[in-house]
């Protein structure tokens, strides 16, 4: 589901986050005390070999995935994934993962959502799959209203968006728009098909799957030339592999370089200390507190809470993340400011990395 996302505008210290927590106790709500386990999101840690990753040695962890990273990358799309799948075709098992994302570029005028979208082409145990996303210029999220005015606007670029990627594709998926949303299905009811991160207008993306392991190679290099001139941020992400398969996999040209991500299982307090072994640019994220915002603001809509923590550069910020604003737009960051005791602003994050 999209959310509506805000954030301290200052680093804190640790003993300032611990200090949040107790004001939210205060409050009434039930953050995490600093001692109890907590799963801790590590991302964008840049790495130069798997050793590297003796760093986390201290603690429990799950869900690791490497990603290779191309800069104002202007390669062949097509060469790259095949490098990729090739790779892939020798090592695969149950449980690994691989898949590759490109941006592209809608050619229709857009009013309301943003021209670049992204793609994965992906491949799992015994199938391939195709993911297309796209951006919204604003985040209104599912129940919202603010977008009322112009609905019809909204469902009609984005059937328009959403068409463009499946004619390029070639896919056997029909859009059409039903109760207020636009819909996506395909032409085959057995096809694997999923829709997910919806907002007010209906699902953002979609993941077409096939068990013919080759299918999207030729038409998703198709989507991804149209971003060309410009140079693009190219993503490899690698999960459950072998050591010999990630040293091939880093085989292949143009990595410009290699990022971790995993989850971390530790108590709260220990924080600091995971930040410090992914140092100097790994970025962490726990949840410090969630709760109904009816709990603390009985007038105002209902909608889920989550007091988060993120950690970069050595320091930490408060992220809120809300399914709805509970309050009029004008009355949300002095609200949170009053929750949190900091300032605070608007900040949603990027639908892509």
């Not at 039930?30 to 109890?36: C, E, G, H, L, V």
């Not at 799959?129 to 019809?152: C, K, N, S, W, Y």
């Not at 950690?311 to 809300?322: D, P, S, Y």
Request: proline content about 7%; hydrophobic content about 40%.
């Amino acid at each position: 589901m999209r959310e509506r996302r805000w954030e301290t505008t200052v680093p804190l210290t640790f003993d300032q986050v611990i200090e949040i927590g107790e004001r939210l106790s205060v409050l009434g709500l039930k953050p995490t005390p600093p001692a109890q386990d907590v799963i801790c999101y590590v991302e964008e840690w840049t790495v130069r070999s798997p050793d590297d990753f003796d760093r986390l040695d201290a603690w429990d962890i799950e869900d690791v995935t490497l990603v290779h990273v191309r800069e104002r990358w202007r390669g062949d799309f097509f060469l790259l994934a095949g490098a990729y799948h090739t790779v892939y075709r020798k090592y695969q098992d149950l449980g690994t993962y691989c898949s590759i994302s490109h941006p592209w570029r809608v050619r229709e005028p857009l009013c309301l959502h943003e021209p670049r979208g992204m793609l994965w082409l992906g491949f799992r145990h015994a199938h391939s799959f195709v993911r297309i996303r796209l951006h919204t210029r604003e985040v209104i999220t599912p129940g919202e209203t603010r977008g009322d005015a112009d609905r019809e606007r909204w469902l009609d670029e984005r059937r328009a968006v959403f068409g463009e990627a499946v004619t390029t594709l070639e896919l056997p998926v029909e859009t059409a728009v039903e109760r207020g949303e636009v819909v996506l299905r395909p032409y085959e009811a057995s096809v694997p098909f999923f829709c997910s991160w919806p907002d007010a207008f209906g699902p953002c993306q979609f993941e077409y799957n096939s068990s013919d392991v080759y299918e999207f190679l030729v038409s998703a290099s198709k989507l991804a030339e149209t971003f060309a001139p410009e140079p693009a941020e190219v993503r490899a992400y690698l999960t459950g592999f072998s050591q010999p398969a990630m040293e091939e996999f880093g085989s292949i040209e143009g990595i410009s370089r290699c990022a971790y991500r995993c989850s971390v299982h530790c108590p709260l307090d220990e924080l600091p200390e995971v930040l410090r072994a992914i140092e100097p640019d790994g970025r962490l994220y726990a949840t410090l507190c969630e709760f109904q915002t009816q709990d603390v603001v009985p007038d105002g809509d209902d909608a889920s809470a989550i007091i988060g923590v993120v950690g970069v550069n050595g320091r930490f910020r408060i992220e809120a993340r809300l399914n709805r604003a509970p309050l009029a737009e004008d009355a949300m960051v002095g609200w949170l400011e009053g929750l949190i005791g900091y300032p605070m602003v608007y900040a949603p994050l990027s639908a892509f990395v």
